[in-house]
């Protein structure tokens, strides 16, 4: 299990790594179910998620957020999160276009203008790419994002961004 770890490590670094991001994305997708027609509400929260989702530091803070305040250490955690999502957005969009394209990724016009509703279109990518044994440190992460943020398939960003970085006391402004 440990090699897995150190591989992945090594295979994809954070930052501006597509592979890990297209991995994140399809392991949040598949751990909320939106496949077969159930669809991840606005793409947009998918930027940061992927954070969230390879940070464990990031998930320990939210699932303990709601039971005391904050340290100064953990708000910047949040904050520096809250910036690389907004950073990674069009870098986001680009990668689900290209992966409707490869026919991975089924996308919607949302409720809005500026919504794009996302499904994993399972038929079209190998069982084995959802390798649990590979993959089970960030299932495992992705189970405990759903428990901490109720409803996340179905939230509209600014839900979610009040619910993970306002109520935690980090400023955000529109988008």
């Given amino acids: 299990m440990k090699n897995n770890e150190i591989k ?7 930052g501006e790594d597509f592979y890990l991001f297209c991995y994140s994305i399809f392991i ?20 940061f998620l992927i954070d969230i989702l390879n940070d464990e ?3 320990y803070i939210l699932s303990n957020s709601q039971r005391k305040s904050l340290n100064p ?17 069009s870098e986001i969009l680009k990668l689900i276009f290209t992966l409707e394209k490869k026919g991975f990724l089924i996308l ?10 996302v499904s994993l279109n399972k038929a079209a990518i190998p069982e084995s790419f959802f390798n649990k044994d590979i993959f089970s ?3 495992e992460i992705a189970k405990k994002i759903k428990k901490s943020i109720t409803r996340l398939k179905s939230l ?3 839900t979610m961004l009040e619910r993970i970085y306002e109520n935690n006391g980090v400023k955000t402004w529109a988008i």
Avoid: H, P, Q, W
């Fill in 137 to 139: 440190t960030e299932y």
């Fill in 57 to 59: 530091k990031l998930v």
């Fill in 108 to 117: 919607e016009r949302g409720k809005t203008i500026s919504e794009i509703d």
């Fill in 156 to 158: 509209k960003l600014g």
């Fill in 73 to 89: 250490f953990d708000k910047e955690c949040l904050f520096n999160s809250y910036s690389n999502g907004l950073m990674r957005r």
């Fill in 28 to 47: 949040i997708l598949d751990s909320l179910g939106c496949s077969s027609g159930k669809k991840f509400r606005d793409y947009r929260k998918l930027a």
């Fill in 8 to 14: 992945k490590r090594l295979m994809y670094l954070s």
